[in-house]
């Protein structure tokens, strides 16, 4: 009687753990299924659209706290919007972001031309290492790393690359998320003039 019940107790055992191996192949099963129609998704959604704005035309831009190449606090944004200001939000690892560099070259050499401050804020940057590390000869403008203790208008950022023209009023003028391109880049041309401050007069005689 005693073997009987401890072979009955052996099979129900046997059978409890394979339901329990096929439940669970089951649901690694559905798992994978999921995870698979996600990168679908999300291949999709990258070859059929640009991201996804980080910023509104009109808000106000909250600047956040940078450093430079030294860890020292950097102020090239006034909190109140004292100036305009093309803003190059990136990472260095993010090929789109390279791919953008030689655009945002050009436009932030027409943007101190026209008298806009050029910001490069690179989020992957280490605090009291050289932003500029590793980055292309074609970014031949100020790069900032944020400080994480107030990250201001960053946390905000859902895509790089990012580029921002703000007015003289510390809003967003014009904003655009991925890379440029021609008529992207015409369009931050026209940006940067709309925003750019007003030419001096010589004085009259």
Not at 56 to 75: C, K, Y
Request: aromatic residues 4%; hydrophobic residues 45%; proline residues 9%.
């Amino acid at each position: 009687m005693e073997e009987t019940t401890r072979s009955g107790s052996g099979r129900w055992f046997s059978t409890t753990l394979g339901l329990l191996a096929a439940a669970l192949a089951v649901m690694v099963l559905l798992l994978a299924r999921q995870n698979l129609a996600l990168k679908h998704r999300l291949a999709e959604a990258a070859e059929g659209g640009a991201p996804a704005p980080s910023f509104e035309v009109g808000e106000r831009f909250e600047a956040p706290r940078l450093l430079d190449a030294t860890g020292a606090p950097a102020t090239p944004l006034a909190d109140d919007g004292a100036a305009p200001a093309l803003v190059l939000v990136f990472s260095s690892t993010c090929p789109a972001c390279r791919a953008t560099f030689g655009t945002w070259g050009d436009s932030a050499r027409r943007a101190a031309e026209l008298g806009v401050a050029v910001v490069g804020i690179r989020l992957d940057a280490v605090p009291g290492e050289d932003p500029r590390t590793t980055l292309p000869p074609a970014i031949d403008f100020p790069v900032y790393a944020v400080d994480p203790a107030s990250p201001g208008a960053m946390r905000k950022v859902r895509s790089v690359p990012t580029t921002v023209v703000l007015g003289a009023d510390g809003r967003v003028a014009a904003t655009w998320s991925g890379t440029l391109d021609a008529d992207a880049a015409g369009a931050l041309g026209i940006a940067l003039r709309d925003v750019a401050p007003d030419p001096v007069r010589p004085a009259s005689r």
